[in-house]
Nanobody, 117 residues
Framework: QVQLVESGGGSVQAGESLRLSCSVS????????VAWWRQAPEHQREFVAI???????DYANAVKGRFTITRDGARNTVSLQMSSLKVEDTAVYYC???????????WGQGTQVTVSS
């Protein structure tokens, strides 16, 4: 059973930074694709960043240059370093794992990020 637990959310001022973590159990982050998505109130869930099983990364245009996704195989976690936060980054951030041996996807419960001006 794959389980994901996000942490690190909170309330910050615009321009500040936050680091989100996704702790994964039941599969290895180095053999899966792990992504961060977010959902703001009254908006659809949108893609933020991904780190593939090969280590390749990709970002949504809205966060490119400000957010960095990394993984720690020893701790089996994937982190999202968010810098220069904007009010429009306010959302619930979700971690998503896609296993590759058998393609299945799993979501965490989400962590709230609130950025105020």
């Amino acid at each position: 059973q794959v389980q994901l637990v996000e942490s690190g959310g909170g309330s910050v001022q615009a321009g500040e930074s936050l680091r989100l973590s996704c702790s994964v159990s039941g599969t290895d982050v180095i053999s899966a694709h792990v992504a961060w998505w977010r959902q703001a109130p009254e908006h659809q869930r949108e893609f933020v960043a991904i780190i593939s099983k090969t280590g390749a990364t990709d970002y949504a245009n809205a966060v490119k240059g400000r957010f960095t996704i990394t993984r720690d195989g020893a701790r089996n976690t994937v982190s999202l370093q968010m810098s220069s936060l904007k009010v429009e980054d306010t959302a619930v951030y979700y971690c998503k794992v896609v296993t590759t041996h058998i393609v299945l996807e799993y979501w965490g419960q989400g962590t709230q990020v609130t950025v105020s001006s």
